[in-house]
Nanobody, 123 residues
Framework: QVRLVESGGGLVQPGGSRRLSCEAS????????IGWFRQAPGKEREVILC????????YFADSVKDRFTISKDKAKGTVYLQMNSLNFEDTAVYYC????????????????WGQGTQVTVAS
């Protein structure tokens, strides 16, 4: 059974940093790309970046390109999202999702989803 569990959300001040974790069980990170999505209040869910199976990162949102990075611990089956220089517009529920082999900006192709973790940027 495949399961994705996000953690690490919380309240952070503007300009601060936060690291989210996505623990994946029941699938191999060498076979599944892990996308990070977020949904801000009143907005549609958007894909922001994705951890490729070759350990590269594919960015889908220019707003995070210079601030967010992805890393993996394959032994733990965990993908991390390091978020720096956070601002109010980063407030959202963050989700990780798994898709076979290739990253995609289309949320419909992702097979497995976590439950989400809330990140709130406030002073």
């Amino acid at each position: 059974q495949v399961r994705l569990v996000e953690s690490g959300g919380g309240l952070v001040q503007p300009g601060g940093s936060r690291r989210l974790s996505c623990e994946a069980s029941g699938l191999a990170l060498d076979e599944y790309a892990i996308g990070w999505f977020r949904q801000a209040p009143g907005k549609e869910r958007e894909v922001i970046l994705c951890a490729r199976i070759d350990d590269g990162t594919e960015y889908f949102a220019d707003s995070v390109k210079d601030r967010f990075t992805i890393s993996k611990d394959k032994a733990k089956g965990t993908v991390y999202l390091q978020m720096n220089s956070l601002n109010f517009e980063d407030t959202a529920v963050y989700y990780c999702a798994a898709v076979l082999i290739y990253c995609s900006r289309r949320s419909g192709v992702y097979e497995y989803w976590g439950q989400g973790t809330q990140v709130t940027v406030a002073s």
